[in-house]
Each structure stands twice: as structure tokens, then as C-alpha cells.
């Protein structure tokens, strides 16, 4: 955008660069030595490109017994509270940024508030709750958990993403007839793209990630999800850190897919020149 | 843009004086008032059964004796404020405090510092570079945080970790062996870059979005007037930054003082207690050792930090209703 100088652009490009290695040697490292056999992990040299590659570690973790059930709980729970802390979201943050109504305030301070709980001490009265609803071991009992987890974030975020819409572009929707619904359907809904795919990363994260809750509330084999399986390999194996790799790297990749998926959103302003034409 | 908002919406709500077409904008604007209800509705429902109700009981659970026996039997036991006597009359409370008070600010400090730099560099780097950064930024942060422990345990690793394999053959043999988790201080250092490294992205991420929202004519009016870079940063990213900038120090202030996953992971809060944090007392307290009262009176505490902490932008947030975020 602004002109620049070739040797500026130079050093920009090599320091952007080493910025980028800095941030992804960790992953890089994870499946590096996910493909490395026992004796190259033990060995005091180390290639930072693999030269010669192993899949007996992969092999081993998916043919641990139930490896499927995991991965299915895991899935059907994160991407079902990802969807209801989505619509619940949105649906509490368009009145939020756009209308007045008594207790407004008190809810926005409810969100804030609810935000600051520490998780780990709501433990044993949730596990009341879930157990008096007779929700323990169920998908649907944790689901709700962890949308109650990503939803105060969820709704502030979203109303930020609102609030940034221009008004006269619904009000422009209003007069053209669309109604308050087809103005929400063509116009708020589009625009809010990058919010919700902000706020879908963060639910995705937060409950593809959640361990402990998960660990206590599904005592029953088939029932536990993905982060207590990989728990199950540090006990299993101790240092096989081949092994512990590659199961990490199972475990990453439908999150490194999604984020994928959404990344392009995630950084674009959508809304930055909706208004000049 | 927030002024129009509001002088567009005050000339739409109905002048209080009665007119002939009063009754029908009653009736319409009674179903009005219904709707913000109703959408709430459902985000209100969840946020109280499964946050509030449980945090007010865990604020009783703290004025009541609740170990495991009191648990299974079901009896509640109350006890006012012993376990808050408990727990602050303990030094090692205070020390920990104060360690993870550090602790926060070190990592909000670093995040935000870090994120801005990075937010900064994606607007002058050349489209393929800010690609691959992205990139690489977004495989940092999707990488659950159980797997991310692991990686840094395994880097960190005493006998075979890449850390040391280097040092060593970069000639610094007393690193043979050498263990970064022997102190607190090098424990908490390792934990920290961790949670530092997965939460710059989002950082970045958020304040770049804010920096590409401001409109490209101000930077082209601002260079027409003579502003060099670091000027037209004040002039004319700052203000359009600084909301954000707020909100994600709000956030990490949240997230960093509630780390619980990255800590007890790495070296449950060892050794000797030494890398302690409030949340890793929490767990300690109640779910590792049944105390469940003390464990909530910690809870509480730290409930009481956080709000103290954040009382001010808390205030501005809910007072100035027409903050752009």
C-alpha cells in the first residue's frame, strides 16, 4: 500500500518470514516426530527434515480399540455446540446492538460477569445439575456445558460485529420493503460473516479442547471424547514420544481443518467499504 | 458513525405527545417490546442454568464444610466463614497470589505487545508473505491446547528435547541432561511462552482486522500532510485500534488469569508447589482434595480479583451503551 523501498521490502519479507517459522515450528515439530521411529528419537542427533519416515506410530494410535467412538463424540459434541452457541449468539446479539429495552444493561453486565467465572469451580455444582437432570453421560448434557461455556463471549463478540454494520445499509434494506426479517436475511446476516466465524473458532476451541469436564461427567468408555483419549497415551506409554506425536497430530487436524477452512474470514473486513460505494 | 446511529434512531422513536395514529403505534410497538425478550430468550436460559445458578451455589458451597463425605451423604454443613479464614490466614495463598498476579501481567503485557507487532507487520508485508504468516499464525492457535502441552514437553524435554540437543552441540555441555522444570521461575517461563505463543494469534488477528477496517483515505490524507509512519500510526491507526486494543487486554487479563489446562499439564503446579497458580490451588483444593468448601472460597476470591481487576472498563463497557465494541 504505501511505497516502499526494495531493500525495505526485502527486510519486511525475511522478518515476516522468520515471524511465520517462529509460530509454526511447534506444529512442524509435532509431525516431524510423529514419522520418526524410537531409535531417531533417542538418538542425540536430530534431522529437522525428516529424511527417512515411519507411519507405524499413526498406525498404532488409530487401531487403538474404540479410537472411532472418540473421534465421532468429539465431533458430534463440539461441532453441535459450535451451531447452538451460534444461533443462540446471534440471536441475543442483534437485539443487543440495535435496540433499546429495559434491562439491556443488566444482561451486557450478566455477560461480563459470567465471562470471569473460573470453569474449573463450577465443577461440582454442574455436576449436581447434570446429574439431577439426569444429563450425565450423555453428548447432549456436555454439549449444553460448553455452550453455556462459549456463549457470554460468543454474544459480546457478535454484538461488536453488529454494532460495525451500518445502520443506513438495514434502514436502506427497510425502505427498499425487505421487511425486518429479509433485512436480516440480506443484509445483517452477509455482512456478519467474519463475525461468526471469529466466534465459531473460539466455541470449536474451547470444546474441542475441554478436558476435565469431559473426563468426569462420561464415565462410560463409549461415551468419552478425544482430549481423555489422548490422556490415555501418556499413561499407556510414558516417553513413546513418537507415539504421543501422532496421536496429537489425529487430534489437531480436524481443528486444523476447520480453521482452514474459515481462515480466509477470519481476517477479511467485510464490512470496511460496505458503505462507500 | 456512532453518532449517526444515534441521531438516526432518536428521530424514529414516536414523539410522546398523543396524535390520531397513537393507537396503532402502540400495538406495534408492544410486540417491539416483546422481541428483544425472545431473542435473549434462549443465550439468557443457558448462561442461567448452567453459569449463574452454579456460581451463586458455589458461593454458598464457600460458607458451608462440603468434603467428600458431606458430598455423598448430601448434608450441608455451614461453617461462615472458615474456609475464607482458611485460606487467607495461609502464606502460601498469598504467595501464590502474588505469583500469578506476575504470572498475568507478564503474559497480557507480552501477548498484546507481541500481537500489535505482528497486526502491524501483516499490513506492510506483500500479499504471499501475509499469507504464509497467516498461515502459520492460525496452525499455532487451532493446535488443541492437551496436544500444544505435549509439544512443549517434548521440546522442553530433559534427555531428548530439541532444546537441548541444540544447546549441546552448539557446545554448551552443561545442558546435557539439564532440566527446565527444576525451579518455578524456569517452569512458569516455559508455561508462558506456550500460552503466550497460542494466544498471539487471535491478538493479531483482532487488531489486524481493525487496522485494515480503517479507511485507506485516511492514511492518503494523512501522507499529504506530511505524517511519516510512526505519525500516521498515532493519528490514525491508534483510535481505530484502541477500542480493540482494550477489549483483547480485557480478554487475555481473563484468559491468562484463569490459565488452569497449560500449568497443571506441564508440571501440576511442581516442583515443590513452586509454579502454583490460583487456578491450580483451586483444583488442588477441591477437586484433587475433596476440600470443596475451601476450594470455593478460593473460587470466590479469585471471582473478587478479576471484578476488582476489571471494574473499570466493566463500568465503561455497560455505561457507554454506544462503545463501538
Redesign the interface.
Known amino acids: ?2 511505497r ?1 523501498s526494495r531493500a525495505q ?1 526485502v527486510v ?2 525475511v ?3 522468520l ?3 517462529v ?2 515450528f ?2 512442524y ?2 509431525f516431524t ?1 510423529a514419522l520418526k521411529t524410537p531409535a531417531q ?2 538418538s ?3 534431522d529437522l527434515i525428516p529424511l527417512s519416515a515411519t507411519l507405524k506410530n499413526f498406525t498404532n494410535a488409530i487401531t487403538k480399540p474404540d479410537f472411532g467412538t472418540f473421534l465421532t463424540n468429539s465431533l458430534v459434541v463440539t461441532l453441535g455446540a459450535v451451531a447452538c452457541a451460534l ?3 446471534m ?2 446479539a ?3 446492538a440495535r ?3 429495559r ?3 443488566g ?20 455436576y ?2 447434570m446429574r439431577d437432570a439426569d444429563l450425565l453421560n450423555s453428548l447432549l448434557g456436555l454439549g ?2 460448553y ?3 462459549t ?3 460468543t ?1 459480546w463478540t457478535l454484538r ?1 460485529f453488529v ?2 454494520i ?3 445499509l438495514e ?1 436502506a434494506g427497510m425502505v427498499d420493503g425487505c421487511g425486518r426479517w429479509g433485512v436480516f436475511r440480506r443484509i445483517t446476516f452477509p455482512l456478519l460473516g ?1 463475525g461468526l466465524v ?1 466466534t465459531s473458532v473460539f466455541s470449536f ?1 474451547t470444546a ?2 475441554e ?2 469436564y469431559a473426563l ?1 461427567f462420561m464415565r462410560e468408555k463409549d461415551k468419552q471424547t478425544l ?1 481423555v483419549w ?2 490415555s497415551f ?1 499413561t499407556a506409554f510414558g ?1 513413546d ?1 513418537g507415539g ?2 501422532a496421536a ?2 489425529i ?2 487436524i480436524p ?2 481443518i ?3 477452512l474459515v ?1 480466509r474470514k ?2 477479511s ?1 467485510a ?2 467499504g460496505a458503505v ?1 460505494g | 458513525m456512532t453518532s449517526t446511529v444515534d441521531t438516526a434512531r432518536s428521530a424514529g422513536t414516536p414523539p410522546p405527545a398523543a396524535r390520531p395514529g397513537v393507537r396503532r403505534r402502540a400495538r406495534r410497538s408492544l410486540s417491539d417490546l416483546a422481541t428483544p425478550y425472545l431473542m435473549l430468550g434462549p443465550a439468557v436460559l443457558v448462561m442461567l442454568a448452567l453459569l449463574c445458578w452454579p456460581a451463586v451455589q458455589v458461593l454458598f458451597i464457600s460458607f458451608r464444610k462440603l468434603d467428600l463425605g458431606e458430598l455423598v451423604r448430601g448434608e450441608v454443613k455451614w461453617v461462615g466463614f472458615d474456609n475464607y479464614k482458611n485460606v487467607l490466614t495461609d502464606p502460601d495463598f498469598w504467595v501464590i497470589s502474588l505469583r500469578t498476579a506476575v504470572f498475568t501481567v507478564v503474559l497480557v503485557a507480552s501477548t498484546l505487545l507481541i500481537g500489535l507487532g505482528i497486526a502491524v507487520l501483516m499490513r506492510h508485508l506483500a500479499g504471499w508473505v501475509r499469507v504464509v504468516l497467516q498461515v502459520c499464525l492460525v496452525l499455532a492457535w487451532a493446535t488443541p491446547i492437551v496436544a500444544t502441552t505435549t509439544i512443549f514437553q517434548w521440546m522442553f524435554d530433559q534427555n531428548y528435547g530439541i532444546l537441548n540437543k541444540t544447546l549441546v552441540k552448539l557446545g554448551f555441555d552443561s545442558y546435557q541432561g539439564y532440566s527446565w522444570f527444576s525451579t518455578g521461575t524456569s517452569t512458569l517461563t516455559v508455561i508462558g511462552i506456550l500460552i503466550v505463543w497460542q494466544a498471539v494469534p487471535f491478538i493479531a488477528f483482532t487488531l489486524y482486522a481493525g487496522l485494515i477496517g480503517t479507511p485507506k483515505d485516511l492514511y492518503e490524507a494523512a501522507a499529504i500532510d506530511g505524517a511519516n509512519g510512526w505519525s500516521a500510526f498515532r493519528a490514525v491507526s491508534w483510535p481505530s485500534v484502541r477500542p480493540l486494543l482494550m477489549l483483547t487486554t480485557f480478554l487475555s487479563v481473563l484468559w491468562d488469569f484463569r490459565a488452569f489446562t497449560q500449568v497443571w499439564a506441564i508440571r501440576q503446579g511442581g516442583p515443590d508447589g513452586k509454579s502454583t497458580t490460583l487456578p491450580v490451588l483451586l483444583y488442588l483444593k477441591g477437586i484433587a482434595g475433596s476440600h470443596f468448601g475451601v476450594s470455593a472460597a478460593v473460587a470466590v476470591l479469585m471471582l473478587v480479583i478479576l471484578v476488582a481487576v476489571t471494574w473499570r472498563y466493566v463500568r465503561l463497557l455497560v455505561r457507554s451503551p454506544e462503545t463501538e465494541l
Open positions: 500500500m504505501l516502499k521490502r519486511l519479507t522478518f515476516g518470514l515471524v511465520a517459522a509460530f509454526v511447534p506444529v515439530w509435532m516426530t528419537i533417542l542425540p542427533d536430530y444461533l443462540a449468539g440471536l441475543a442483534v437485539p443487543l435496540l433499546r429495552f434491562g439491556r444493561k444482561f451486557i453486565l450478566l455477560v461480563l460477569v459470567a465471562q470471569m467465572a473460573p470453569l474449573e469451580a463450577l465443577f461440582v455444582p454442574m449436581l445439575i449444553l456445558v455452550v453455556a461455556f456463549l457470554p463471549f454474544v461488536g454494532k460495525g451500518p445502520v443506513e434502514e467474519p471469529a476451541i474441542w479442547n478436558f476435565l468426569v482430549p489422548l490422556s501418556k516417553t514420544w504421543i506425536m496429537s497430530v487430534y489437531a481443528a486444523l476447520f480453521f482452514l481462515q477470519l481476517v473486513g464490512t470496511a462507500k
